[in-house]
Structure formats: structure tokens, C-alpha cells
């Protein structure tokens, strides 16, 4: 399975992704709390290069929010730049429509180096900083 | 070379006439072409903090969201033609007829005189600067509702410019409703120029029906509300009116409010007109007759869940020649040519509805691909 080298751990800041390309498939690394989650650059809903959109938050209202509006996942929303839709860095999955989902790739970390393994499609996995 | 019909159709294989693009029209840009006094106004405007689409005395809007971070709605712009060129071109879009920015907003302003100055300066801007039928960008004339006949006066200035190919009724904040008879120079100078005419509408919170929202919490509730129901109540006074009675080569085109609600209409007048035909004592046959023959802009287009429920609805009104494409590019609503390409409809509807039907309603010259 092919492995590509996406660089320096360090250099992958929360909000500002690596970018690297596999053949017509980009690929974008984020850094989360405990890691990092690559996930192809393409929305599916219009195909729109989702990775390059903010990372920020979200609304809710809930029943443990009291049917208030609360800001969460501050950090862990990708929000498309084309039509808003909002995924959860986290998981990879479309908020508050969880049968969407990026397609996500494997990730490894060694001697600081990021590495995204492009195979056939995996599940969403983290890689945790240092592992 | 001929392009195997066992493949899908792909962008580059089918005309792409866009029936809805957005030219950005800051103050400043319109400021030399506007009569006095208003150019102060504009050049006053143009020196101002401009916020996207909400410039007061310019592109005013009745803003009462709290704001919230990251939102990516709505702020991207096109301000010159080979801007809009090249973003067309990547999108495979081959031809684009161009509607305003902020002046989608232009039939609220109380004072008449300033309002016709505005569309008469926008269409002269338009014709500088934007319109190229080598670039593929074609002028929707702008009609301002509130003088019918110094519109017409443009309407028939600017149908005598091939670079325009329809009129741009204004849709948001209008009134009275475009089925008024106040509206028939408009209608008798388009006709006479054989441009159709295209009602367009835009999110706003304003006195007038259906906009008048300022109570409605969410902008999911109040952006179809500006868009498919400003559409409906206007059709339902154009028919009620007998707009296409009364002028039967007047080609009537809808947009941005994709398809779905047509078949309602249809249905929901020809009942009505069946109780009370007193009600449409200009009609000659039941309202879907007539309403069958209007056109359709395809976005926002509807996604179901089973993409054939597309087709079935656009057969319920008739319409496989009669929708248009249009991605209201730049806008964050807007709809990329491939997830209308994409949907399951045979080769010669998709040509159809990509462009071709759009090459004959406004009777491009433009060349049809070779496949």
C-alpha cells in the first residue's frame, strides 16, 4: 500500500492543513487534540474542495443544552468553502447528517515524520502524535 | 472524432449556457455612469465601509442575525468580466447571461427617480464593460419596477444590443406584484424585442410581502420564503393578470428557485380557476396551460434523496424543454454544472437542459460543441 510523506509533524498546525497529492487525489492532513486525520479534499455533496475551507465551530440546540443555543466543537468543525456543509474533524462525518462522510485515510507518525498510508478506502482512523 | 455513446456525458462533451451569474457592481463602478445628482451619492457610497450585499442607500438589507465565525456565506464576488471568464471556464461554463449584486435589491428604494437612475447606470456599465459575445457573457437588461417607462425605454435601447438577450425583473422587496397592469410597458417593450423576461429574487427582510420576515428567526425559513414564494406570488398575479394573454410572444423565465414547486402551482390555480374563472377573466385556457410553457432555472436544484424524482417532477409540468441550467455562480448557494449533469436523465435531456435549450429561448450564436 502506498505511502506518502507529508512532512514534519510540527509543521501541521490546528486550522491550517498539509496538503499532499496521490495521482488526481488530494489529500489533506489535519491536526486534532490527540493527533492528526487525513481526509480526501472533495465535499460529497458538490464535489467541492472541503479541506480548504475554516475550522471552527458549531450551533446546537439540544435536550442537554436545555433546546439553547450552545457553540461547540470549537476547533473540530471543517466547514466547505462552497456551500457551508459542516464535517466533524474528528470522525469525518457530515454534522447532524451522520450517513455522510469524507473519505478518510490512514496516518502514521514516525521520528516526527507524517506519513498517509493511500489504499483502498479506510475507515476514518487517527493517528496519535508520537505512536 | 465522435464521442462514444456509452459514456456518460462530461462537461467538456455538452453546451453549458449558465442563465444565472453575478456581475458585482461596488458604488464606485457605477458612479461614472450615473446621472447627477446621484453620482454624489454613489461616489459618497463608494468611500463608505461596504459590507457584502448590504450597503445602506445601495444594497440595503435588514441584517438581524447575530454573526457567527467561519461562515462562508456568501462573500465571494466577481468585479470584472475576464474575472467571471476565467471562473467560467473553470467550471466548464460556456456562456453566462449576467444578472447584478447588490442592485437585486434595487426595487425597494421609495424614490423613483434614484432607482431608474441606478438601472439605467448599471445597464450602461453592463454594456461597457461586461457584455462580449466573444466572452460569452450576455447582458440581462434591468428593468426597474418602479418607473415601467423609462424601463421600457432601456429594454428597447439595449434589445437592440445582440449583447443583450433578456430583461431582469426584480423580484425582492417588489410591489406591487409583477402581474400589475402598471407593469405592461415593461412587458410591451420585451415582447417587442423578443427578449424573455427573467424574475429573480434575493434574501432580504422587508415591509412588503413575502419578505416582510423580520420576525422569523431562521435564515432557513426566511431564504426559501424570499426565493420560491416571491416566484409563486408573482406567477400567480401573472396569470391572474393574463400577462401571457395579453402578450402571448413574451417568453416568461423563473429563477433561482429551482423546479419543484411548478407542478403545485399548476395544480393549485387550475383548481382555483375552476371555482372562480371570474377570478382570471383574461384567461383563454386553465392556468397550467400557460404555466406549462414558462421556463425554469435549475438552481438551487433539488437534491432528493432518489435523484429520479427529479425527472418525475420536471414531466409532471411538461417541462423537459423548458428547464434551464444556471449555477448562480458566485454565490454561495450556488449549483456546479456537474451536479445537474450528473443527475439520471437520457443524453438529449441533459444536452437540453444544459444549454441547448437556453441557445434557443435566447437565441444565442453560439456553435454547438462537436460530441
Redesign the interface.
Known amino acids: 500500500m502506498p505511502r506518502i510523506r507529508v512532512g514534519p509533524a510540527d509543521d501541521i498546525q490546528p486550522g491550517q492543513p498539509a496538503f499532499v497529492r496521490h495521482g488526481a487525489i488530494e489529500i489533506a492532513v489535519f491536526r486534532v487534540d490527540d493527533g492528526f486525520r487525513a481526509y480526501r479534499n472533495r465535499c460529497p455533496h458538490q464535489q467541492g474542495p472541503v479541506c480548504t475551507g475554516p475550522v471552527s465551530g458549531t450551533l446546537v440546540a439540544t435536550a442537554d443544552t436545555d433546546w439553547r443555543l450552545a457553540w461547540v466543537l470549537e476547533g473540530r468543525v471543517l466547514i466547505c468553502p462552497w456551500h457551508s456543509m459542516e464535517f466533524d474533524l474528528d470522525t469525518g462525518r457530515r454534522i447532524r447528517a451522520q450517513s455522510e462522510r469524507l473519505r478518510a485515510f490512514s496516518i502514521e507518525v514516525e521520528r516526527g515524520q507524517v506519513f498517509v498510508q493511500v489504499g483502498p478506502r479506510s475507515a476514518p482512523s487517527a493517528s496519535r502524535q508520537g505512536t | 472524432m465522435t464521442r462514444d455513446s456509452r459514456k456518460p456525458l462530461g462537461l467538456d462533451d455538452v453546451l453549458i449556457v449558465d442563465c444565472d451569474v453575478h456581475a458585482n457592481e461596488p458604488p464606485e463602478a457605477l458612479a461614472p455612469y450615473i446621472d447627477m445628482p446621484w453620482r454624489r451619492s454613489l461616489e459618497l457610497l463608494g468611500r463608505g465601509p461596504q459590507r457584502y450585499l448590504d450597503i445602506p442607500g445601495y444594497a440595503p438589507i435588514l441584517n438581524l442575525d447575530p454573526p457567527?465565525?467561519?461562515?462562508?456565506?456568501g462573500n465571494r464576488t466577481v468585479t470584472t468580466a475576464r474575472q467571471m471568464r476565467d471562473e467560467l471556464d473553470e467550471l466548464s461554463i460556456d456562456v453566462g447571461i449576467l444578472f447584478p449584486d447588490n442592485l437585486l435589491k434595487i426595487a425597494v428604494f421609495p424614490h423613483v427617480d434614484y432607482a431608474a437612475a441606478l438601472g439605467r447606470a448599471y445597464n450602461a456599465w453592463l454594456a461597457d464593460a461586461w457584455v462580449s459575445r466573444e466572452e460569452g457573457l450576455y447582458g440581462a437588461v434591468l428593468a426597474v419596477p418602479q418607473d415601467p417607462k423609462d424601463a421600457a425605454e432601456q429594454i428597447r435601447t439595449y434589445g437592440a444590443d445582440d449583447r443583450f438577450v433578456a430583461v431582469y425583473l426584480p423580484v425582492a422587496g417588489l410591489r406591487p406584484l409583477w402581474g400589475d397592469r402598471m407593469y405592461d410597458p415593461i412587458y410591451e417593450a420585451a415582447e417587442e424585442m423578443g427578449l424573455p423576461v427573467m424574475l429573480h429574487s434575493v434574501g432580504l427582510i422587508h415591509p412588503h410581502f413575502p419578505f416582510n420576515l423580520e420576525h422569523v428567526e431562521s435564515r432557513i425559513v426566511r431564504h426559501p420564503i424570499n426565493h420560491e414564494f416571491a416566484l409563486m406570488a408573482n406567477l400567480f398575479t401573472m396569470i391572474a393578470n393574463g400577462v401571457p394573454v395579453r402578450y402571448p410572444d413574451l417568453e416568461i423565465v423563473f429563477t433561482e428557485g429551482g423546479v419543484s414547486w411548478v407542478p403545485f402551482c399548476m395544480w393549485r390555480m387550475d383548481k382555483e380557476y375552476a371555482e372562480i374563472p371570474t377570478g382570471a377573466p383574461y384567461l383563454e385556457r386553465p392556468p397550467s396551460d400557460y404555466i406549462k410553457k414558462m421556463y425554469y432555472c435549475t438552481q438551487p436544484i433539488e437534491e432528493p434523496e432518489r435523484a429520479r424524482d427529479l425527472l418525475t417532477m420536471i414531466d409532471l409540468f411538461d417541462g423537459r424543454d423548458k428547464v434551464i441550467f444556471a449555477s448562480d455562480w458566485p454565490h454561495?448557494?450556488?449549483?456546479?454544472p456537474?451536479?445537474v449533469l450528473n443527475m439520471p436523465f437520457d443524453a438529449e435531456l441533459k444536452r437540453n437542459i444544459m444549454g441547448e435549450t437556453a441557445r434557443r429561448l435566447f437565441k444565442l450564436p453560439v456553435p454547438v460543441p462537436v460530441a
Open positions: 457567527f465565525p467561519d461562515r462562508g456565506l454561495h448557494d450556488f449549483d456546479h456537474r451536479t
